[in-house]
């Protein structure tokens, strides 16, 4: 019965929404910038191949780079205009990337011209699968894996169940919300398209109680007879991770190094969900994605839809900030990284930009840390039962491979209720990203 559903997780925390200032804000278009700047490398795996030379004219929704194996994706033109060059370019990772640099033709239409209409119906799994991968989608809530290696179940697996992720647990971040609202057509269509793709039985996406308007919206266009359903969860971070939504929704758990499918389900977000079904039906790429553009150091806080490879500084231009990057987060508060420069383009991973100003600043950054007091508020507040204290202390002894072989490091996704919760101010999951990088770094040279 719908009552006796569960609706939470154990632990987790409740940080401020702030998500106010957009949340009831239509998606509106950005404006090309005169110069478009697009990594090979905007996603989990190999980077793409150029398939373009300096000097080549591309239309929007061409492609212009080709992917190198199966887990890697192709890209295409966001916007009609000039091959200029073909070189390293500072990406928000850090390191530098080899980029294509496209000019755009002065007054370039905004439609997209490139692509043709086909019966998905008429296609395959397999099918299916390949025309997402030449699509170009990713996970657009962050994490940056193809969608179409997503799509591929396991061999000896069988999903049963797909899990919709329409939580948007992070605070500020209301991409996924107005899509929910502004794009239940396309939403319900590329739900269709997983179900085909992984031989599922039924769809369950999960909204927080928060986003009413988007569970009343999306469930006005579903049919008795339909395969998905909408879950009512509540509102509390992190309820969008995988794990944590299959604990709640279907009460099943994933194994320590497993997948979702070792349980029988497949997840993906309500944006990466969408994009399937405005893309596919027309054999088309992904060349722009929603952002929110939030925080107290912005003049024009929105939902903006913004063409990949736009300069974050033309986007700030855009929205009324005119200060250096020391203030700006890709993502939200609680799992996005800082900015180093404002030169830096938007790529498929970039779901916000959050501009702080240096007072908020200051009270969300600790002046200084303090040592372990041994509280256990880390440990309460864990989604995944772990022992952050355990794992902090190990750390700082450099015994990177403990933590991983005695308390599970690994099944860590770095949420940051730890960090979130500790009156130490201990940067807990900074240790664990770098112990994380360190036993990667000794398997590989094992290998």
């Known amino acids: ?42 996603h989990f795996g190999a980077p793409a191949v150029p398939t373009v030379y300096e000097g080549q004219e591309v239309v929007r929704g061409e492609p212009i780079a080709k992917a190198n194996g199966f887990i890697s994706i192709p890209h295409h033109a966001p916007a009609t205009g000039t091959i200029d060059r073909i070189e390293l370019m ?33 296609m395959t799994p397999q099918e299916i699968i390949s025309a997402v991968q030449d699509s170009g989608i990713i996970g657009l809530g962050g994490a940056g894996f193809p969608t179409h290696v997503k799509l591929t179940v396991p061999k000896g697996h069988t999903v049963d169940t797909v899990l919709i992720n329409g939580c948007e647990c992070e605070p500020y971040l209301t991409t996924d919300h107005r899509v ?3 794009s239940v057509r396309d939403l319900i269509v590329g739900i269709r398209i997983i179900l085909k793709s992984v031989g599922a039985e039924r769809a369950i996406i999960g909204i927080e109680e928060n986003k009413r308007d988007a569970i009343k919206a999306i469930r006005a266009r579903l049919s008795p007879d339909e395969a998905i359903t909408v879950r009512e969860l509540k509102t509390k971070y992190p309820q969008g991770a995988e794990k944590i939504l299959i604990k709640t929704i279907l009460n099943r758990e ?4 497993g997948y979702p499918s070792s349980a029988g389900v497949a997840v993906y977000n309500v944006s990466t969900s969408s994009q399937l079904g405005a893309l596919l039906p027309y054999n088309q ?14 003049k024009k806080p929105g939902n903006y839809l913004i063409a990949l490879g736009t300069p974050l500084r033309f986007v700030m231009e855009q929205v009324g900030y005119t200060g250096s990057a020391n203030h700006l987060i890709l993502g939200g508060p609680m799992m996005g990284t800082s900015v180093a420069s404002l030169d830096v383009p938007v790529t498929k991973t970039v779901s916000a930009v959050l501009v702080l100003t240096e007072q908020e600043e200051a009270e969300q950054i600790p002046e200084k840390v303090y040592p372990c ?22 750390a700082s002894k450099r015994r990177y491979g403990d933590m991983q072989e005695k308390f599970h490091l690994n099944d860590c996704f770095e949420c940051g209720c730890c960090s979130y919760v500790c009156p130490s101010g201990i940067p807990l999951v900074q240790y664990f990203r770098i112990a994380k990088a360190v036993n990667r770094e000794n398997r590989e040279r094992i290998a």
């Open 180 to 182: 929910m609202l502004e």
């Open 90 to 122: 500072q990406t928000a990772r850090g390191p530098k990337t080899e980029s294509i640099i496209l000019k755009v033709t002065p007054g370039a239409s905004q439609n997209v011209l490139y692509g043709s209409t086909r019966e998905i119906a008429d």
């Open 373 to 394: 007091i041994k509280c256990g508020a880390c440990v309460r507040a864990c989604p995944i039962h772990l022992n952050p204290s355990q794992l902090t202390l190990l």
């Open 1 to 42: 019965m719908q009552f006796l559903r569960r609706k939470t997780f154990a632990h987790g925390v409740h940080p401020p929404d702030n998500k106010e200032n957009t949340n009831t804000k239509s998606v509106r278009r950005m404006a090309f910038a005169p110069e478009l700047i697009i990594p090979l490398s905007q």
């Open 254 to 257: 994933v194994p320590s190094g």
């Open 285 to 298: 790429g992904l060349i722009e994605r929603i952002v929110t553009i939030t925080g107290p150091g912005v």
